[in-house]
């Protein structure tokens, strides 16, 4: 059918103002983004220029890559509640990198629950908070900014007989993870085939409340070596977790080499509600990222909050002005630690551990 001119000339001039309409918008949105970004990236730089905050590489933009594992992992039934530790024996677990190849990630899960002996067994324990708050006048609609920084220093070590560790039971997941549930005796007169596990962990964090916008950086880094009778080279593990407000990057290394970074976001399932849910530390962590970072995770935090619990020394400094009353308080203490780990709990993809303290110093 022919369309008369005067009707395909209206028809014409209607698809233009939709075209010249739509890119319009196109470039509204464009401009609007690249606004958004630069008061993101001038206002992460004010951040870090002023506190110092290291550079945390790679989270400036949201991953393309990540991809959720839609089916569930399900972990044995011995992994969740261990076989209970004394004054002679202590049970742990150890857990390797999601993605690994088997052999190597049971050499790295056995790294791991070593060095978990280290920690439950005796952590000497230093700290230092700061809180710092300017509150100006409000009258003038100045803005009260305040600023909270805390690091903590975990050392421990251990030395044992090789025939005093075992490996009880280990799995393989889906996700490729090795876990071990491993025993070491304790107390036993070390001999010349005796291991030496060294371990050094930093949890640290920053908070920052400016123009009523709220940020937060942490990182937590974990390393151990171990020094064996019979072999020369020493195996060690390095792990960092850093964070910046909700975004996480992850570095993982096994004896020199990089483990690459775990793309999926995972899912567990759940287990059966611990019957001791009231002695459940207060300290959960997702497990999207695998059981080692939860695991990890929850006991060095819960490490930190009973040590921030203990007494402390305090100093303070504040300044009056007309206009302006700052403040700044330090706290620094120091503590030895020795607790046992008794159960895992996991609910609606988060860890939780049930944990008994036995030595504070």
């Not at 024996?89 to 150890?94: D, E, H």
Request: hydrophobic share 35%; aromatic share 8%.
């Amino acid at each position: 059918m022919n369309i008369p001119f005067p009707q395909y000339a209206i028809i014409s001039l209607l698809m233009l103002c939709l075209t010249l309409q739509l890119e319009t918008i196109a470039q509204t949105e464009k401009g609007a983004t690249t606004k958004t970004n630069n008061n993101y990236a001038k206002f992460k730089s004010e951040l870090e220029a002023e506190f110092g905050v290291e550079t945390v590489s790679d989270l400036d933009d949201i991953p393309s890559n990540i991809n959720r594992v839609f089916f569930k992992t399900e972990l044995p039934d011995w992994i969740f509640e261990l076989p209970k530790s004394n004054d002679s024996i202590v049970f742990v677990i150890g857990v390797s990198e999601p993605g690994m190849t088997k052999d190597t990630a049971y050499q790295l899960a056995v790294l791991r629950a070593k060095t978990m002996c280290a920690i439950i067994t005796n952590s000497k324990m230093n700290g230092l908070s700061d809180y710092y708050i300017s509150e100006k006048d409000l009258n003038n609609g100045d803005i009260i900014s305040s600023v909270y920084r805390e690091f903590n220093k975990i050392v421990c070590n251990i030395s044992f007989n090789d025939a005093d560790f075992t490996i009880v039971k280990d799995t393989f997941t889906i996700n490729n993870e090795a876990i071990v549930l491993a025993s070491l005796r304790l107390g036993n007169i070390l001999s010349a085939n005796k291991i030496t596990v060294d371990c050094l962990a930093e949890v640290s964090s920053s908070h920052m409340k400016k123009n009523r916008k709220n940020s937060s950086t942490a990182r937590t880094e974990l390393m151990a070596t171990e020094v064996t009778y019979s072999i020369p080279e020493n195996s060690y593990f390095y792990y960092v977790v850093k964070r910046s407000n909700k975004q996480i990057k992850i570095i993982s290394d096994f004896s020199g080499v990089s483990l690459p970074s775990n793309t999926d976001l995972m899912t567990y399932q759940s287990s059966e509600i611990n019957k001791n849910i009231d002695k459940m530390t207060n300290v959960s962590c997702t497990l999207q990222h695998g059981l080692w970072h939860a695991l990890s995770t929850v006991l060095l935090q819960t490490l930190v909050l009973e040590f921030q619990e203990s007494d402390v020394a305090q100093s303070g400094l504040s300044e009056q002005h007309s206009t302006l009353s700052q403040n700044i308080n330090r706290l620094h203490s120091k503590k030895e630690v020795s607790l046992r780990l008794k159960a895992l709990q996991i609910q609606n993809n988060n860890l939780q551990l049930e944990v008994d303290f036995t030595k504070q110093d």
